[in-house]
């Protein structure tokens, strides 16, 4: 299970939301699975069917998690018109095995999905995801 308190939900749908019609994309980062701090990155794909962190954002942000001893709990990115679920491309770039990814669904903007995903050698399996 995967827990995330709701103010770190609210951010990462208003990103996705302000980022559309593209995907948006961001880290979230913690300790012992406690969320600490989620990181937006630019989506350099600028596109609304993939997304690549700038790498120079991730670096910056792998360096101030490993300065404070946090590490990467989870990738996020949006689906701006089809649901949350993994995408062969998104199956293709998971390269981070221990993280989660987190996709936000912008299919119906009123009743926005957010659901949760490890991606391991290709397979993917649902993980519950707990908003608090």
Not at 36 to 53: D, G, M, Q
Request: negative net charge; hydrophobic residues 40%; contains cysteine.
């Amino acid at each position: 299970m995967f827990y995330l308190e709701k103010q770190f939900a609210d951010e990462i749908i208003a990103h996705a939301l302000e980022d559309a019609p593209n995907e948006c994309c961001g880290i979230v980062a913690g300790v012992n699975g406690e969320v600490k701090k989620l990181y937006r990155t630019t989506n350099t794909e600028h596109s609304p069917v993939k997304y690549n962190i700038d790498p120079q954002e991730l670096f910056q942000a792998y360096k101030e998690a490993e300065e404070k001893e946090w590490e990467f709990l989870a990738f996020y990115h949006s689906h701006t018109a089809s649901e949350a679920y993994p995408s062969p491309t998104d199956v293709h770039l998971a390269a981070w095995p221990d993280c989660i990814y987190i996709i936000v669904s912008l299919m119906n903007r009123d009743t926005t999905v957010i659901r949760a995903f490890k991606i391991v050698d290709g397979q993917i399996q649902e993980e519950e995801l707990q908003i608090i």
